[in-house]
């Protein structure tokens, strides 16, 4: 499964990471239907170069002319002038292998959940945690997903 070949990818090259987005809300335990794999760094430099790199082992490729360190040197601007949210990256082998790495949002000093599984432990925002940070979204489906997180606590 993709999920756990992006966690073994991350965590051989020992990156911090967590799951966020429609897999997180499934993994705690809300229906969520998705196909983008977002995720969410710690915000310095050798974070995104790292995580450029581990995806290109994998085959994924960016969508964007940029490479690691320019996404992190430039992020604020491609925040606010270009509405740049992720960075995504996929798979031209297989199109629906999507990673979106959230740029607004870092990942230092937030609580983290680990799902176990047979095929390997899966970094997710907790749930307050994806809570707060959907909140602070705003977006429509962000907004749904909160109702779906905070029917299960």
Do not use: C
């Amino acid at each position: 499964m993709f999920i756990y070949k992006i966690a073994k990818i991350f965590k051989k090259q020992k990156i911090k990471f967590a799951i966020v987005g429609g897999y997180a809300v499934a993994l705690h335990g809300a229906v969520r239907g998705t196909v983008d794999l977002d995720i969410v760094l710690e915000l310095d430099k050798k974070s995104f170069i790292a995580a450029e790199a581990a995806l290109k082992s994998i085959g994924l490729v960016s969508r964007l002319p940029v490479d690691g360190e320019e996404v992190f040197d430039f992020r604020l601007e491609y925040i606010k002038n270009k509405n740049l949210i992720a960075w995504s990256f996929w798979n031209p082998e297989n199109p629906i292998e999507l990673v979106d790495i959230i740029l607004p949002y870092n990942l230092k000093g937030h609580e983290i959940k680990y799902v176990k599984s047979q095929d390997g432990d899966v970094p997710i925002l907790s749930i307050d945690e994806l809570i707060k940070m959907k909140r602070k979204s705003g977006r429509k489906q962000d907004l749904e997903d909160v109702k779906a997180l905070e029917s299960l606590k």
